[in-house]
C-alpha cells in the first residue's frame, strides 16, 4: 500500500511539473513572441504616396465604417482614422481614436482592454508602460524596427459638452521610425 502511494506522488509531481511547464509555454509564446516588424500600419507601407494610398484604400471601401468625426479620414474597427503625411505627400502617421460619453466609462475600459490584447498579440508586450494616475492616462509604448506605436486610455472625468461628449477616449497613433 505505501508503494502504491508513494508511486501516485510520483507521479502527480511529475504531472504537476509537466502542467506548470506546459503552462508556462503557452503564457511566454504569446507575450514573449517576436513582434511583427511589418513596415506600415495594417494594410498601408509606409511611404506610400497619398495616391497610391487612395489605390490601396478604394477596393476596401466595404471594410470601414462612415465616420462621425468631421475631419476623419474613415472609421477603422470603430475608431476614427486620421493619415498623416509628410511634406513629400508621403504616408507616416496614422492615428485611431474612439471617443466615449462620461456615462460610458465601462464601454471605454473594455474597448481599451480589447485593443491592447489585440496589440499584444500583434506587437508582443509593449517596450514602455505609463500611468498616470493623477490625470488618469494609461499609455502603451512600442518601439518596433519600422514604427513606433502610442496606446492612450485617457479615462479622467471632465465635461467636453453639455452631454459629456468626448470624456473619455482610446488614442492610438502609428508613425514611421
Known amino acids: 500500500m505505501i508503494q502504491v ?22 503564457t511566454t509564446s504569446v ?67 474612439k471617443e466615449f460619453s462620461v456615462i460610458y466609462q465601462k464601454d471605454a475600459k473594455a474597448f481599451f ?10 506587437y508582443g508586450r509593449p517596450g514602455y508602460r505609463l500611468y498616470k494616475k493623477k490625470d488618469c492616462v494609461k499609455t502603451l509604448i512600442w518601439e518596433l524596427k519600422y514604427s513606433r506605436i502610442v496606446c492612450t486610455f485617457d479615462f479622467k472625468y471632465k465635461i467636453i459638452d453639455e452631454f459629456g461628449a468626448g470624456a473619455y477616449w482610446v488614442d492610438l497613433v502609428f508613425k514611421a521610425e
Open 5 to 26: 502511494r508513494s508511486l501516485f506522488l510520483k507521479i502527480m509531481k511529475k504531472g504537476y511539473l509537466i502542467f506548470l511547464f506546459a503552462s508556462f509555454l503557452l
Open 31 to 97: 507575450y514573449s513572441q517576436k513582434p511583427k516588424n511589418f513596415n506600415g500600419w495594417e494594410f498601408l507601407p509606409w511611404k506610400l504616396t497619398r495616391d497610391s494610398v487612395a489605390k490601396i484604400l478604394e477596393p476596401l471601401k466595404g471594410r470601414f465604417e462612415n465616420t462621425n468625426a468631421l475631419d476623419a479620414d474613415f472609421k477603422y474597427e470603430e475608431m476614427n482614422t486620421w493619415l498623416g503625411y509628410d511634406s513629400s505627400q508621403r504616408l507616416v502617421k496614422v492615428h485611431l481614436r
Open 113 to 122: 482592454k480589447k485593443t491592447k490584447r489585440r496589440l499584444i498579440e500583434t
